[in-house]
């Protein structure tokens, strides 16, 4: 991993519209991300983790510029990709790619694997004869772990495992710099989701690929990331190595999600932290502290202010950013 800062994500926020009326009026907004900063340093994977609805993939999409952000910066490799014309926008998607949750969904039934992969080689011009493109197309089948005889199949008739790979390769397809992975092993069995893992490891490697890992499950995260950063409510809460974060959680959130990760041992006790209440609208967002009406440690002034995230003074960690008043003393 190198110290070289590849995407400078810097207070960006997006909401939605919700409209209706006759006139269709604007009845409301949606806070779906609000005032998220972060950097993703080149040759990483930056896992980030929360329950369903707290603006992950919004987050993720917002920075691919598939969903256009209402404020914020998104810089990569030192400019500002939200003030690009779209022909620009365009042109650089070649380096920014993602990876999408469901195989089953992000694959057209009509087109062979061939037509998938020669997709984006045709659109970004990459292979100018068709002997160039059906030799790229093998070598990327060959690279994901595919057989060759795939290349004029259909996606019905491949597993959800096989499909993802194929959503890997095209992916790839376009020698990208950075992979947005949206839930991409959710939809998988157990063990195929340690060999698509595993898989993305050794891509990484190979290609110097830069990951921004968005997932649900805790333990995955934890084996694929160098960094984690906990999503709560469009805030990010805490962020960490995930070896520091893992072990020494200080959120209340993060230390209640953690706790709520199985231990295949039944002599082990584990103390659960259960959380009062439920998530709040993002429609209707509580003031100060996001989590403060779910936090076990909340006081007055977690109503009223928002806590940034803040290096903590006796992490043991290169990093640890916690956004909370009383997680512990911070610098």
């Known amino acids: 991993m190198s110290e070289e800062i590849l995407i400078s994500v810097k207070n960006l926020v997006k909401k939605f519209s919700i409209k209706g009326g006759i006139f269709s009026r604007e009845m409301g907004r949606v806070h779906a991300v609000s005032d998220v900063s972060f950097d993703i340093r080149k040759g990483e994977t930056l896992g980030l983790v929360g329950e369903s609805g707290c603006g992950k993939s919004t987050l993720g999409r917002c920075i691919l510029r598939l969903m256009e952000p209402t404020e914020g910066k998104i810089i990569f490799k030192g ?39 020669g997709e984006p080689l045709d659109i970004h011009k990459i292979c100018p004869t068709r002997r160039e493109r059906h030799q790229r197309i093998l070598k990327l089948l060959d690279l994901c772990g595919l057989r060759r005889e795939a290349i004029s199949r259909y996606p019905h008739e491949f597993s959800g495992g ?61 084996h694929i990331s160098n960094r ?53 609208s993002p429609l209707h967002p509580p003031s100060g502290c996001h989590f403060h009406p779910r936090c076990p440690v909340a006081r007055d002034n977690c109503k009223r202010d928002i806590p940034h995230l803040k290096r903590m003074s006796e992490s043991s960690a290169p990093s640890h950013d916690v956004s909370c008043y009383y997680s512990a003393q911070s610098l």
Not at 172 to 200: G, R, T
């Open 162 to 222: 096989q499909r993802q790979r194929i959503c890997i390769a095209r992916a790839l397809a376009v020698e990208p710099e950075f992979i947005v992975c949206d839930e991409a092993v959710s939809a998988l069995d157990v063990s195929i989701q340690a060999q698509i893992v595993n898989l993305m490891q050794d891509l990484q490697k190979e290609l110097k690929l830069t990951y921004l890992f968005i997932a649900h499950d805790l333990k995955v995260v934890e």
């Open 79 to 117: 400019q500002d990709i939200t003030q690009l014309p779209l022909g620009q926008m365009r042109k650089l998607r070649r380096n920014l790619q993602i990876i999408f949750q469901d195989p089953y969904a992000s694959l057209n039934p009509r087109m062979t694997v061939e037509s998938i992969l």
């Open 228 to 280: 984690v950063a906990v999503m709560y409510l469009g805030r990010i809460v805490e962020m960490a190595t995930a070896g520091d974060l893992y072990q020494s959680p200080r959120h209340p959130y993060t230390q209640a999600l953690l706790s709520a990760i199985p231990i295949p041992d039944p002599n082990f006790k584990k103390e659960r932290i259960i959380l009062r209440g439920d998530v709040p």
